[in-house]
Nanobody, 111 residues
Framework: QVQLAESGGGLVQAGGSLTLSCVAS???????MGWSHQPPGKQREVVAT???????AYADSVKGRFTISRDNAKNTVYLQMNNLKPEDTGVYSC??????WGQGTQVTVSS
């Protein structure tokens, strides 16, 4: 079973930026990948996806601020987060094929 290890979370002020990384334990080149956001006490929402061909899609809540990318040679997916808002606070997890999920990394945005 694939292991997904997220990193890059932390505490940042509103308006700041973070870059999250997700390293997979096996090849991801043929898989659609994504990032989800789970705010405190709420359900997880997928906020960014990238297909095996590199096509991307975003939730309205992050469109224009977040960018998902991938480096298949490194089995890694990234989430560049700019202009962060307090409502972006939560656990960010990556997914391989929307079947396997990582444990997540915590992002806290202070106002």
């Amino acid at each position: 079973q694939v292991q997904l290890a997220e990193s890059g979370g932390g505490l940042v002020q509103a308006g700041g930026s973070l870059t999250l990384s997700c390293v997979a334990s096996e090849d991801i080149s043929i898989n659609n990948m994504g990032w989800s956001h789970q705010p405190p006490g709420k359900q997880r929402e997928v906020v960014a996806t990238i297909t095996s061909r590199g096509n991307t899609a975003y939730a309205d809540s992050v469109k224009g601020r977040f960018t998902i990318s991938r480096d298949n040679a490194k089995n890694t997916v990234y989430l560049q987060m700019n202009n962060l808002k307090p409502e972006d606070t939560g656990v960010y997890s990556c997914t391989k094929g929307f079947t396997f999920w990582g444990q997540g990394t915590q992002v806290t945005v202070s106002s």
